[in-house]
């Protein structure tokens, strides 16, 4: 698994947004609490610099998924590696937490899935 030095983890702390419950665009260095009611929100991930943290956690009065839209980004965790493209899903209660270690690879380092 690639690593990081934790000097290097930008937006500590993360600013939190406020609720989002329609598709967006994710900016670097935010949380988000996503409550997808009625369809499946798609979170677009942003252009990424080494260090780049966000954070993400659908609501647990979700009833539908939300769905991290992974375009061009490997992320890389302790059960294994999510290739480029192959989108990341959250269902109601579910948090992740990624940090970049470069502009295409993302690193899970803290997730309740």
Do not use: C, R, W
Request: glycine fraction near 8%; charge should be negative; proline fraction near 4%.
């Amino acid at each position: 698994m690639p690593s990081i030095k934790l000097s290097k983890i930008k937006g500590n702390p993360l600013d939190f947004q406020s609720i989002e419950t329609s598709n967006f665009t994710a900016e670097s260095t935010k949380m988000y609490m996503v409550n997808a009611l009625s369809t499946t929100i798609v979170i677009t991930l942003p252009v990424l610099a080494e260090g780049d943290t966000l954070v993400f956690h659908s609501l647990n009065t979700s009833t539908q998924n939300v769905q991290i839209d992974n375009t061009g980004v490997e992320v890389v965790g302790v059960g294994g590696t999510i290739a480029a493209g192959d989108n990341l899903e959250l269902t109601a209660g579910q948090s992740v937490q990624l940090v970049a270690v470069s502009p295409t690879v993302l690193t899970l380092v803290g997730g309740v899935v």
